[in-house]
């Protein structure tokens, strides 16, 4: 299949990418790294006239560490995240995605503002950085908003960015003393599969080794990232042993809304949740160590 025939504009700056999306919309689409709008556009997964190109932006690269925390740049690579020293200690548990994704040659490409933006239920990242506590910065001409990621996300494909609106970054907060997370994710073959399912899990522990706080989010078995909140409740105020995750792990699978697709079945999807669950909260622990 061939993309028709649409009209490309470069932007050099996000004022430029605010004016070009308020001319167009909502004719427009943004392109950051391509590798899913392209393959939508081929597969006319929708059409329209003009893209708005993204990659000339300088604001929008870049991974920096701030006092509150991780600001990362919506055109920043998932190469250039994993590979970042930045990505480490409190915040290493995004390399347990980008690591995983996709191939060399992708995530060379794509970016974390299309991972996150373009709403694929399946997509790595907002799981993992969900449970980080992360927050989104949304830009436009008439201002700028900060919203929960986990707000940002409200069916497949879709988001509360407004037409003339685009993700300008991610902020993680600095992870707080005891703090641990991890992300699992099972995919159909070790490379270049998209996930199946994936658990995230982060763990604030009390000095009595207790849990303070716990936050469990879910990939590609429901509409949305989402938050599996009676199983994180299950956990707060006690000690994370084994039975303590089984019993987590198995409210998880309630949470979860899979659907059947070539890639496996509910059924299947809901056990994986069970095991990936256990995973990730063991090694959410383990990264606490003590
Ligand atoms: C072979 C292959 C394997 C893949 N494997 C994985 C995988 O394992 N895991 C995974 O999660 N994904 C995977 N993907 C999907 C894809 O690579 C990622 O989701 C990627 O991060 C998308 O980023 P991009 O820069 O290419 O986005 P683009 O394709 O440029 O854009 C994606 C969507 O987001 C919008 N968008 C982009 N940037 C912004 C912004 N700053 N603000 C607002 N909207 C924006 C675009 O308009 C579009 O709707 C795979 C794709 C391919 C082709």
């Known amino acids: 299949m061939h993309i028709p025939s649409i009209e490309v504009h470069k932007a050099a700056t996000l004022q430029e990418a605010g004016v070009l999306l308020g001319r167009y919309s909502p004719d427009v689409r943004l392109l950051a790294g391509g590798t899913d709008v392209l393959v939508d556009l081929k597969t006319a997964r929708f059409t329209v006239g003009h893209l708005v190109a993204l990659g000339a932006i ?11 925390g991780l600001r990362i740049g919506a ?4 190469t250039e995240l994993d590979r970042s020293p930045l990505i480490a200690g409190g915040y290493a548990a995004l390399r347990d995605a980008t690591s995983q994704m996709a191939t060399p040659q992708v995530r060379n490409a794509a970016t974390v503002g299309g991972n996150i933006a373009g709403a694929v239920p399946c997509a790595d990242l907002p799981p993992i950085l969900i449970v980080m506590n992360a927050t989104a910065l949304l830009w436009s001409t008439k201002g700028r908003r900060t919203v929960q990621l986990e707000n940002l996300i409200v069916g497949p494909r879709q988001t509360i960015l407004r037409d003339d609106e685009l993700l300008a970054a991610v902020n993680v907060p600095s992870p707080p003393a005891r703090f641990g997370a991890a992300y699992a994710r099972f995919g159909l073959r070790e490379a270049n599969a998209i996930a199946v399912a994936g658990v995230a899990a982060a ?8 849990v303070r706080s716990a936050r469990i989010a879910l990939c590609a078995v429901a509409p949305v990232p989402k938050l599996a909140k009676a199983a994180a409740r299950l956990l707060v105020g006690g000690v994370l042993d084994e039975r303590a995750c089984a019993r987590a792990a198995a409210a998880a699978m309630e949470e979860a809304e899979p659907i059947s697709d070539l890639r496996g079945s509910a059924d299947y999807r809901c056990e994986l949740v069970g095991t990936l669950a256990r995973r990730a909260l063991a090694a959410a622990r383990q990264r606490i160590g003590g």
């Not at 055109?75 to 998932?78: I, K, P, S, Y």
């Not at 763990?203 to 207790?210: A, E, H, M, P, R």
């Open 203 to 210: 763990l604030v522990l009390n000095d009595d080794q207790t």
């Open 58 to 68: 300088k604001k929008l690269r870049g991974i920096t560490e701030e006092r509150e």
């Open 75 to 78: 055109l920043t690579t998932l």
